[in-house]
């Protein structure tokens, strides 16, 4: 090189780092003159001075990694115990990570040792093998599963199943990971994690090391329990203790031992009894980062990290991704909220949402290549398990018949072939099959709970279950008056439906009292008689709310919920609860520690959605024409289930097309005319319910929260707050403007 | 081997700068000592690549090899060279006694299962900058000294003023060009 160009190179470099980023193009266009060649090293010098390299290390440091790396390869060949270390395939904060071979299994696992500074104290050892323990009791695809945790000549590890794939991490460093892959991703994450917390497992360290992508595109989420190994590092040790010196000292520094704190929820930094909600938050963090390609909490420092993490908000993700759908941003910023109460309560909820805007993005994609490929639109993609992606049944072509045809209203019956399969189908057939102890479906009205109760309830005893429905609906009002006559009524409904021989008058003992009998009957003649795994149905449990014992019953249910926690053998291992009610009882609940809700497994039963509402009119023969038919009427009625299938059933008996049917809904003797009318009855029952739907139709005001809740669980209203309050759907707006203003 | 007192060290630091190329013996497995010292710390945690525990443990080393602060004032800066010319050639000697060949470098392992030529691949980094080094030392001599005081002398930015008698905002103007021409030289594709 020229003296001279360097020099000038000198120069220049200097010279550029000192203007702001955004101008340097422009300084260096004029500076150069045209001199390409220098404008060339200089605009690749100052490239590569954004990029961390060697040269922010030391020497000394480098050559003792390459030492340690050397040292931990060693192992590489060794006896640990019954494993045979073959290979290091990673190493990090938890220690390293070898492919070993289990000899006494033949089996290769990956080995897990753990650093030993994190297992010098007792107590610490005590709680962290108490967690990876209930940790190995997981049972989730998307959860690596853990064969064993154990100790061999002081050195503790932890063998896992072997994953061919890579983290997260290095998925995301050379490229960026598509916008669908990414969804894809986060919704298994989010998956591993409702299963998790349903077990009372906070992992704690969710981040992108910790997350492990198959080659198959599956993952697997790392290291449930481990976080508690290094929990309470955080708290500096004494400093007097002055003969443990320097580690000491600075393994107990805040901020570094836990690594970066960039994936930390607000209540983490400070050092705040963590929950679910904070691997909620972490999700966000990866997510955000794996959309805008960038962390949403930067800083130079650890320092800096956590105080953006505390005050800032991150940018908008539209400013580093094309394309980002809205609804995404929305996710992610509830996940990202520094307030827990603001989160997502739920990482199910949050997983739901992914789901949905997933599809949706999927039958975008179909949808726009459709005109292109012609034959058969598949929608599995690799990256959604098999177990969540409900299998489609046979499409058909058409409508032969009118006799094909069912009345529309109450259950759809089982094997029809309306049926539409949702998310909620798969959940519940899971958790029946997981002998789940009480699930709860809820959901607005008609949106199908019965339906789904009924098949699950099918699918059970097709597994070999004992099956038992009780619809609250038909329990009288006497029945209802006392827990005596309740409590006798359930009891003779299972007798009945189980064809037991003892039944519960014989048994009944005015001396205990109601309960003790029923709960005594259940567990004697029922689950005592009865081998098999008993599934019990209760539809349209919001009956028992508005009575007065409502809570005691609830009280007793959960009891038995806790009974099985707590004793492996008890015999309610073998009984199931599966309970539907209606979203709008809620309310009513007054003591919800009373109530089973806060247990169990939730299923929320929503509307379809546009996918949904596709299929449905492929299998009533396509009433409506093509896409933008399908959208107009996803307007009309929304995702609404009822609705959604009473029109088309309408539009084929009929043979009417979406235009004469759109001029039919609002009227007295249309077919929504029943239903419609149900509606402006209950309200108006309400006077101050009504008023505030007058106010929303009109624009007046935003409700007061309570009837903004109360008509969004009654499905009336849809939004995300009052401010965003409006009817569910156009057919709604037309009918209650008509009716109330 | 009896440890070396630092006013030991400091002498065959000294004598090695003055052509005694027997005082190299005894100066690198006094340097190897806090090589393996420092590994045994990284291998018992977590290893993060350039946090300030990193950092603080390294001059802790640096400390107990070299004695800045005992050398005579007007010996300093000319002690300074040579005891970062010094830890250039055992750490570079270090990692081709490894036989670690001059790859591309500047590229962090990408493929799990390839960590564990984690090792190989810094060692490689390591004599592939000593080779751009001595390239840069062609063009701008004084670069390269900035970039041995600092990088394998472990000097602060005050201390490489000192020793080579200019002001710190020429040290740091010098090194950051340094630092993005030799990072720049080591992610090329090799050829």
């Known amino acids: 090189m020229k003296p001279e160009l360097w020099e000038k190179i000198n120069e220049l470099y200097d010279a550029a780092l000192g203007c702001v980023p955004s101008q340097r193009g422009a300084f260096l266009a004029e500076a150069c003159a045209g001199n390409e060649e220098l404008r060339r090293e200089v605009e690749s010098l100052l490239v590569v001075s954004e990029r961390e390299g060697i040269l922010d290390s030391q020497a000394l440091g480098i050559a003792a990694q390459v030492l340690a790396d050397e040292a931990n390869q060693s192992l590489v060949g060794r006896k640990i115990g019954h494993f045979k270390i073959l290979t290091l395939i990673g190493s990090g904060g938890m220690g390293e990570v070898y492919e070993a071979l289990d000899v006494n299994l033949g089996r290769k696992v990956a080995l897990k040792l753990l650093p030993q500074r994190y297992t010098q104290e007792q107590e610490r050892v005590d709680r962290f093998k108490q967690e990876a323990r209930a940790a190995s009791a997981l049972n989730h695809p998307n959860i690596i599963t853990i064969f064993e945790i154990g100790e061999i000549d002081g050195l503790h590890f932890i063998a896992t199943e072997l994953i061919e794939g890579k983290t997260l991490r290095q998925l995301m460093a050379p490229d960026s990971i598509k916008l669908t892959a990414s969804l894809h991703i986060g919704i298994q994450v989010a998956a591993a994690l409702v299963e998790a917390h349903a077990a009372g497992i906070v992992h704690r360290d969710i981040k992108p090391e910790n997350i492990m992508v198959r080659h198959d595109d599956y993952v697997k989420v790392l290291d449930f329990g481990l976080a508690k190994l290094t929990e309470n590092y955080l708290v500096p040790e004494n400093p007097l203790d002055s003969e443990v010196s320097t580690h000491k000292k600075i393994y107990t520094d805040p901020g570094r031992i836990m690594g970066t704190p960039r994936y930390m929820s607000p209540e983490q930094v400070t050092g705040k009894q963590m929950d679910g909600r904070a691997d909620l938050f972490s999700l966000g963090v990866v997510l955000y980062e794996l959309v805008a390609g960038r962390p949403p909490f930067e800083g130079k420092s650890s320092g800096e990290i956590v105080a953006a993490i505390l005050n800032s908000y991150p940018p908008p993700l539209a400013r580093y991704a094309r394309n980002v759908p809205h609804e995404l941003e929305r996710i992610i910023s509830k996940a990202l909220e520094k307030d827990r109460e603001h989160r997502y309560q739920v990482v199910k909820d949050l997983w739901l949402d992914l789901k949905s805007l997933a599809l949706e993005l999927e039958i975008e994609a179909k949808l726009n290549h459709a005109g292109e490929r012609s034959g058969e639109i598949t929608l599995t993609s690799p990256l959604v398990q098999s177990a969540t992606a409900p299998s489609r049944p046979p499409s058909f072509s058409s409508v032969d018949s009118q006799e094909q045809l069912e009345p529309v209203g109450g259950a759809v019956p089982i094997g029809s072939k309306f049926y539409i399969l949702r998310m909620a189908d798969e959940n519940f057939r899971a958790a029946l099959v997981r002998r789940d102890s009480s699930v709860l479906i809820k959901g607005a009205r008609q949106v199908g709970k019965t339906s789904l109760l009924a098949r699950g309830l099918q699918q059970a005893r097709e597994a070999g279950a004992q099956v038992v429905l009780t619809d609250f609906q038909k329990l009288s009002s006497e029945q209802l008056t006392t827990t005596e006559a ?243 759907c156009q057919l709604y707006a037309t009918y209650l403007e008509q009716h109330l203003l | 081997m009896a440890r070396q007192s630092v006013a030991e060290i400091t002498e065959l630091l000294l004598a090695w700068g003055n052509g005694e190329e027997a005082a190299l013996e005894q100066l690198t497995p006094l340097v190897y000592d806090e090589l393996h010292r420092l590994a045994r710390v990284y291998m018992a945690g977590e290893r993060p690549n350039h946090t300030l525990e990193t950092t603080a443990l390294i001059n802790e080393a640096y400390l107990r090899l070299i004695d800045w602060k005992n050398v005579q004032w007007q010996n300093r800066a000319h002690f300074y060279g040579v005891a970062a010319n010094l830890m250039r050639r055992i750490l570079v000697d270090f990692a081709r006694s490894r036989h670690y060949a001059k790859r591309g470098g500047g590229v962090p392992p990408v493929d799990f299962s390839e960590a564990m030529n984690k090792a190989e691949e810094k060692g490689a980094e390591l004599v592939a900058l000593d080779d751009a080094l001595t390239s840069l030392e062609a063009i701008d001599p004084r670069k390269c000294r900035v970039v041995e005081l600092r990088f394998f002398g472990g000097l602060s930015l005050e201390e490489t003023a000192e020793a080579l008698k200019i002001s710190p905002r020429t040290v740091l103007r010098e090194w950051n060009l340094a630092r993005a021409w030799l990072h720049r030289e080591l992610s090329a594709e090799p050829v």
């Open chain 1, 486 to 728: 309740f409590y006798l009524a359930l009891a003779e409904i299972i007798a009945d439906q189980l064809d037991l021989s003892v039944l519960p008058e014989e048994v009944w003992n005015s001396r205990r009292g109601p309960s003790l009998n029923f709960e005594r009957y259940l567990r004697r003649e029922v689950l005592g008689k009865i081998p098999s795994h008993i599934v019990w149905g209760l539809d349209e449990i919001d009956r028992l709310f508005t009575c007065s014992f409502g809570s005691e019953v609830f009280g007793l249910f959960r009891s038995w919920h806790n009974e099985r926690a707590l004793d492996p053998q008890t015999p309610w291992q073998r009984l199931t609860l599966a309970m539907a009610y209606a979203t709008e009882a809620h309310l009513f609940i007054t003591d919800m520690n009373q109530s089973p809700f806060n247990v169990g497994t939730r299923i929320a039963l929503g509307d379809f959605n546009f996918e949904q509402v596709a299929e449905l009119n492929t299998r009533y023969g396509n009433p409506l024409k093509d896409k933008p038919e399908v959208a107009r009427y996803v307007r009309l009625v929304g995702g609404h289930p009822f609705l959604v299938r009473c029109g088309l059933h309408e539009m084929v008996s009929q043979k009417i097309d979406l235009t004469t049917l759109e001029s039919l809904v609002v009227q007295e003797e249309g077919p929504y005319g029943d239903h419609l009318r149900r509606i402006l009855l209950s309200l108006a029952q309400d006077p101050t319910l009504s008023a505030v739907v007058r106010g929303i139709l009109q624009g007046s005001a935003p409700p007061d929260a309570e009837s903004f809740y109360r008509l969004r669980s009654a499905g009336v209203m849809m939004g995300e707050s009052p401010r965003d309050v409006r009817p569910r």
